[in-house]
């Protein structure tokens, strides 16, 4: 654990419990960052901030959803922050936040607020001399304002995934498009479920339902609401983008599909009749006068010829195929503007 001690105006950070002990108990403003389980973090927690045993339990311990516990000496506050995203899958980070009268208390496993925090005070104690609800805002902003990278993220991920529902969708490439979207549905998911409980938390700390957050230091809270807000809204609409992806992956993938069946069709429209008459003089009568005739194999094959062209001709006047320019109602715009 990693203790920073405002002394006067200055920062004096320390690993040692005494030097803990000693500043808690002379009232100055102290913040200690937990990194790892120890005895020495264990005894800090239990016998010197006479933490609860069930916020020693959470603290240590992972837990899957933002909570706020107000306790007689102290404020505990659990949120969650974002390192990145992985194969369709969210990094949620727990931060725990223990607010006393002059101390502060955070478990960041993977410092992804806290080593900002604190190279931000090691620069500049302002914060700290502000007051610990202060710090604790500090270290709030932060983690929603780790939310934006990953946001923005989505947003171009999003906007290629729609480029590509429309190319490949229909297609033996299109397979990994709908992986892709379901990856983005449960993403989306997973970051809706998590920003309801963190909302309501920012919420009643924003509306200064407790006095470990001065009346001065509340418009801040909000702004951190507010930002927090602002990111389960672009969420929510990305979540109608993705499902909107996903109907029109479908609807593409179903043209598609129709434009196969009509092209089997049409082959099959043309081969239907050139099988008859292959079929016809195919038959084993004695007396069929083409058979003896000269001329009866060209023939033949030169009726094919005129029945698969007039057929391909007929299709082609009704506009079913030769491309969208061959259609009528094209025609008849054309006429219309000669």
């Known amino acids: 654990m990693l203790a920073r001690i405002l002394e006067g105006e200055k920062i004096v950070a320390t690993t040692k419990l005494a030097d803990i002990r000693e500043a808690i108990a002379a009232n100055k403003r102290v913040w200690v960052d937990l990194e790892r389980h120890s005895p020495e973090a264990d005894e800090l927690l239990r016998d010197i901030l006479k933490f609860h045993p069930l916020t020693i339990e959470d603290v240590w311990g992972p837990r899957h959803q933002p909570k706020i516990d107000d306790f007689d000496e102290y404020?505990?506050?659990i949120v969650h922050?974002?390192?990145s995203r992985k194969k369709d899958k969210l990094e949620l980070v727990e931060i725990d936040v223990v607010i006393g009268d002059n101390w502060l208390v955070t478990h960041d496993r993977d410092g992804l607020?806290?080593?900002d925090?604190?190279?931000e005070l090691d620069h500049s104690p302002r914060v700290m001399q502000k007051g610990i609800a202060w710090l604790a805002h500090a270290v709030l902003d932060r983690a929603?304002?780790?939310?934006l990278p990953?946001?923005?993220?989505?947003?171009?991920?999003i906007e290629q995934l729609e480029i590509d529902v429309l190319a490949k969708a229909g297609t033996p490439r299109g397979r990994k498009v709908l992986a892709r979207i379901l990856g983005f549905k449960r993403t989306l998911q997973d970051?809706?479920?998590?920003?309801?409980?963190?909302?309501e938390i920012l919420l009643r700390l924003s509306r200064g339902d407790f006095g470990e957050i001065p009346a001065d230091a509340i418009p801040f809270y909000r702004d951190v609401y507010d930002h927090f807000l602002r990111i389960g809204d672009i969420a929510?609409?990305?979540?109608?983008?993705?499902?909107?992806?996903?109907?029109?992956?479908?609807?593409v993938q179903s043209n598609r599909m129709n434009e196969v069946m009509k092209t089997l069709t049409l082959i099959s429209t043309v081969m239907l009749p050139l099988t008859f008459i292959a079929g016809v003089y195919g038959m084993n009568f004695k007396h069929m006068p083409e058979l003896d005739w000269f001329w009866g194999y060209p023939f033949a094959l030169l009726l094919m010829a005129c029945v698969a062209g007039g057929i391909l001709y007929f299709f082609r006047r009704k506009g079913w195929i030769g491309g969208e320019d061959n259609k009528p109602e094209r025609k008849h715009e054309r006429k219309k503007k000669t």
């Open 81 to 83: 922050g974002i390192t």
């Open 191 to 199: 970051l809706r479920r998590m920003s309801i409980h963190q909302r």
């Open 236 to 251: 929510e609409g990305y979540r109608d983008l993705v499902t909107s992806a996903l109907d029109a992956y479908l609807s």
């Open 144 to 147: 929603v304002d780790r939310y």
């Open 117 to 119: 925090v604190g190279t």
């Open 150 to 157: 990953v946001i923005d993220q989505l947003d171009t991920e």
């Open 75 to 77: 404020l505990y506050v």
């Open 113 to 115: 607020v806290s080593d």
